[in-house]
């Protein structure tokens, strides 16, 4: 049985509201031994709040996504800061740039990216780290904010020369379903370029579903299908590669055993 740590989850998405419960209390028969529930809009945070409390192997981070970085203030502001002293919150994040989408004007997502930050290190967090098609503008920013500057680079898609410029800040990169993609090139690149001891395992979940089940909602149950494919990539067996990156995980994190 695999050691397993889902390191980016959304079980607070409305997809999961039919059968919630039933998929959390389903995860230690897939080895599944901790997931951290990660709330994208500080507005709707109470519904990783209640995972926290509910389960004991559910932990949370809180910050405002750059899609919806439009709506963020300086009242959300105190608000995430109110929510990240909760025990269970281990980071600030999701945060970061989504030039893809174009959801929140880049110079808003800009300004709010560079905000959360600062209170990330204020509070001496983590930070979970949002990045597409933006490394450019991202990396002149971690740079500007690089004191105390630590955490993951979520679902990373950049190349191998700026994850090792992130390997130099002091961030770590979590891995998801992407990997077991037919056209998986980029990140199985870094993935074979990066230390061991820098590599998380996520899911994305409801999104991001490895193969075979592409099409289908994911879940955290998912997950071991990842460790195989990195495990894979690395040249060790997936119980190897589990226990690393579960302790990995914890490290990031600073969870104790």
Known sequence: MLKLFDTHAHLNDEAFDADREAVIESLAEYGVDRVIDVACDVRTVDKTIE???????????AGMHPHDASAMDNSLMDRLKQVLSLKKMLALGEIGLDYHYDFSPREVQRKW????????????MPVTLHIREAFGDCMDIL???KNGLRGVMHCYSG?????YECLDLGLAFSF????TFKNAKKPIEVIEKLPLESLLLETDCPYMTPVPYRGKRN????????????????????????????????RVFEIGE
Not at 113 to 124: G, K, S, T
Not at 159 to 163: D, L, P, R
Not at 176 to 179: E, I, M, S
């Open 219 to 250: 879940d955290p149950s998912f997950i071991g299908l990842v460790a195989e494919r990195i495990a894979e990539v690395k040249g060790m067996s997936a119980e190897e590669l589990s226990e690393v990156t579960f302790n990995n995980a914890n």
């Open 113 to 124: 990216f560079a905000e959360q930050l600062e209170l990330a290190r204020e509070l001496d």
């Open 51 to 61: 995972l926290l409390e509910k389960y004991p192997f559910i932990y949370g981070t």
């Open 143 to 145: 740079k500007a904010h």
């Open 159 to 163: 190349s191998v020369e700026t994850a």
């Open 176 to 179: 998801g379903g992407a990997v």
